[in-house]
């Protein structure tokens, strides 16, 4: 079995000021585990992927995320917010098992202040 | 380039009437399609797995004769929702493997039943 947990459902943030969004995953198997971001009614882009390579991952846009089995986290992290990245951002895991659907989050809107 | 094609993006139907919603995979064929069900500031759901020529796979209460999935060839499934009712007014978004753990999803329809 699989889960997400993002805690915080809003985080809102000044332009230029760090963004952390957070999440923990539980899976008994080791995981893959994804950044989406979404737009009002539009589909999930990929922001970056943890695929058991290097263990700090640099996505599209600034942002970046670190896995941590020891604390079973993948946050997000962007250094200095723009407007642009206010969106919804859904962080989602994968399992080897072959069915490959993916479990998510219950996602963070993220607001950008000015 | 966009992987996957998702049309219609929006759509508005009368209650009682069906609507299909067509995925297709670009430049790749997709023996496996993921449908996803998305409510108002709410999560991505899954709500079946469809297999090139085979039956789909419904998660738990979701209703087949209602949600009707068929994944004729290797680039393209469909969704209809037969008989809709203002409470299947969602997002269904499509979402795909290329290979690997990483989906790649459809740009969603937005789905109103007056």
């Known amino acids: 079995a699989q889960s997400v947990t993002q805690l915080g459902s809003h985080v809102s943030v000044s332009e230029g000021a760090l963004v952390l969004l957070r999440c923990n995953y539980s899976s008994s198997v080791p995981p893959y585990l994804f950044w989406y971001v979404q737009y009002p009614n539009q589909g999930l882009q990929l922001l970056l992927k943890?695929?058991?390579?290097?263990?700090l991952v640099k996505g599209i846009n600034g942002f970046e995320a670190e896995f941590k089995k020891s604390e079973t986290s993948f946050h997000l992290t962007k250094p200095s917010a723009h407007m642009s990245d206010a969106a919804e951002y859904f962080c989602a895991v994968n399992t080897d098992t072959g069915r490959r659907a993916l479990t998510f989050g219950s996602g963070t809107r993220l607001q950008v202040q000015p | 380039g966009a992987v996957v094609s998702q049309h219609p993006s929006w759509v508005i139907c009368k209650s009682g009437t069906s609507v299909k919603i067509e995925c297709r995979s670009l430049?790749?064929?997709?023996?496996?399609m993921f449908w996803y069900r998305q409510f108002p500031k709410q999560s991505l759901m899954l709500m079946a797995t469809?297999?090139?020529?085979?039956?789909?796979?419904?998660e738990q209460g979701v209703e087949k004769d209602k949600f009707l999935i068929n994944h004729a060839s290797l680039t393209l499934s469909t969704l209809t929702v037969t008989s809709a009712h203002p409470e299947d007014s969602s997002f269904y978004i499509c979402?795909?493997?290329?290979?690997?753990?990483?989906?790649?999803f459809g740009q969603g329809t937005r789905l109103t039943v007056v």
């Open positions: 430049d790749f064929q997709a023996t496996t």
């Open positions: 979402s795909t493997h290329r290979g690997g753990a990483e989906a790649f």
């Open positions: 943890y695929t058991s390579a290097a263990t």
């Open positions: 469809s297999n090139e020529g085979s039956k789909a796979t419904y």
